[in-house]
């Protein structure tokens, strides 16, 4: 008998190229790994890309969310929301600071945060005195949540909006780039490598208010400045070339990373291009499934970070749990994004019980993660549907 060797197909992975590794060598080469040129070269391309005023690059998106709720003041004694459908940083960045967190159940065609939830969930906070400070909308696969309709009560409640697009970078709300902070005071992206561009590891903030980019560059280096003006201790007679104002970390990127990521921003809009036209693939090839393939908001151009499906469970004998399993021993590595972040043990122990978020948990129980990534060939999505249509098969 002849073993077939299967093929297994991630749910993502990153796209290196030659220019890619050069660009990495030349800093290995020169005289600065860390703290040098490339890092203020990568975040003034990623600032001009998304037409931001300032951009401050990290060495994750997790510290990206971490000091960006620093940076608007966030607590204890303060609360910060965010979607129950997203990686745990998005919450996890409130807690590090002393502040609470509350989730706002998602909307059922776009999986993001609903704005009616929210609509809802504020009028009631604002009776119990309970508003956020900030809320943090996330724009799930690359999908731009409803930031205008955000932004409107952002300003009828008096809170503050770091846009957590992580998935997002090269995708479009209204015909602008996600990163123009036009309805938030942050946004953050990440660049872990199943990410749309990478640096190995590594996140970026973007503003366009100088007050906040001051506080963030403070906060992503041991709260220490070399400015004469920020200084608190006016120098007379002893040497003060640097001063510590403030308690920060170093979050900072390296030089190294940032020359992947400088060189990555060239293929970007590149890699969206591809991506769409894999979810266009499988929006066709998938339509006779028992499954629904996702829902696009016409004010959105997504950056098609992951590619989600839900099953009819109804119309199929197997349990997503098996489709799952089915898949996976067939070499398709389908993922599952998210599980409510509430659900995780961690959140149980705070208190918040299975099922505080209906739709939330209905998707969970039905959502699964295709594989999408801009290397992936016409014919290993072919591959990926004719597994999957064996799967479902009653
Ligand atoms: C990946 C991700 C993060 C964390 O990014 P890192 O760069 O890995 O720290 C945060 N939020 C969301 C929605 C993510 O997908």
């Known amino acids: 008998m002849t073993k077939k060797t299967m093929i297994t197909i991630p749910y993502a992975r990153q796209e290196i190229n030659e220019a890619d590794i050069d660009a990495v060598v030349s800093v290995l080469k020169s005289e600065f790994l860390t703290q040098g040129s490339i890092v203020s070269a990568f975040e003034k391309s990623v600032a001009d890309y998304c037409d931001a005023k300032h951009a401050i690059s990290v060495n994750s998106a997790t510290s990206a969310l971490h000091i960006a709720c620093l940076a608007l003041g966030v607590g204890k004694g303060d609360i910060v929301w965010t979607s129950p459908i997203t990686f745990v940083a998005s919450a996890n960045c409130a807690l590090y600071c002393g502040a609470e967190i509350d989730f706002v159940d998602i909307d059922p065609y776009t999986y993001n945060l609903s704005v009616e939830c929210l609509s809802k969930k504020l009028e009631l906070a604002e009776k119990n005195g309970k508003l956020p400070k900030v809320l943090i909308p996330v724009h799930l696969c690359g999908q731009s949540p409803d930031m205008a309709s955000i932004y409107a009560l952002s300003k009828k409640y008096g809170f503050k909006i770091i846009e957590d697009a992580s998935h997002a970078i090269?995708?479009?709300?209204?015909?602008?780039?996600?990163?123009?902070?036009?309805?938030?005071?942050?946004?953050?992206?990440?660049?872990?490598?199943?990410?749309?561009?990478?640096?190995?590891?590594?996140?970026?903030?973007?503003?366009?208010?100088?007050?906040?980019?001051?506080?963030?560059?403070?906060?992503?280096?041991?709260?220490?400045?070399?400015?004469?003006?920020?200084?608190?201790?006016?120098?007379?007679?002893?040497?003060?070339?640097?001063?510590?104002?403030?308690?920060?970390?170093?979050?900072?990127?390296?030089?190294?990373?940032?020359?992947?990521?400088?060189?990555?921003?060239?293929?970007?809009?590149?890699?969206?291009?591809?991506?769409?036209?894999?979810?266009?693939?499988?929006?066709?090839?998938?339509?006779?499934?028992?499954?629904?393939?996702?829902?696009?908001?016409?004010?959105?151009?997504?950056?098609?970070?992951?590619?989600?499906?839900?099953?009819?469970?109804?119309?199929?004998?197997?349990?997503?749990?098996?489709?799952?399993?089915?898949?996976?021993?067939?070499?398709?590595?389908?993922?599952?994004?998210?599980?409510?972040?509430?659900?995780?043990?961690?959140?149980?122990?705070?208190?918040?019980?299975?099922?505080?978020?209906?739709?939330?948990?209905s998707y969970f129980s039905e959502v699964l993660t295709l594989p999408m990534y801009p290397a992936l060939e016409k014919t290993e999505q072919d591959h990926v549907i004719k597994i999957l249509s064996k799967v479902l098969e009653k």
């Open 170 to 361: 090269g995708g479009k709300y209204k015909g602008e780039l996600i990163g123009n902070c036009r309805y938030s005071h942050i946004t953050v992206f990440s660049f872990h490598p199943v990410k749309i561009i990478t640096t190995g590891e590594g996140g970026m903030l973007l503003t366009n208010q100088s007050s906040i980019c001051k506080s963030i560059s403070l906060f992503r280096s041991h709260g220490i400045t070399s400015e004469r003006a920020d200084m608190l201790q006016k120098p007379a007679k002893e040497i003060w070339n640097y001063q510590q104002i403030e308690l920060g970390f170093n979050y900072r990127m390296s030089d190294i990373h940032a020359a992947l990521g400088l060189s990555q921003m060239k293929r970007l809009d590149e890699f969206v291009t591809k991506r769409h036209i894999i979810a266009n693939n499988y929006d066709q090839l998938l339509s006779n499934l028992p499954i629904f393939t996702p829902f696009q908001n016409k004010d959105s151009y997504s950056s098609y970070h992951l590619y989600l499906i839900r099953l009819k469970l109804h119309e199929i004998t197997k349990s997503q749990k098996q489709v799952y399993e089915d898949l996976r021993n067939n070499g398709i590595m389908v993922n599952l994004h998210y599980i409510p972040v509430y659900r995780q043990p961690y959140y149980k122990r705070k208190g918040f019980k299975v099922g505080y978020c209906p739709n939330a948990e």
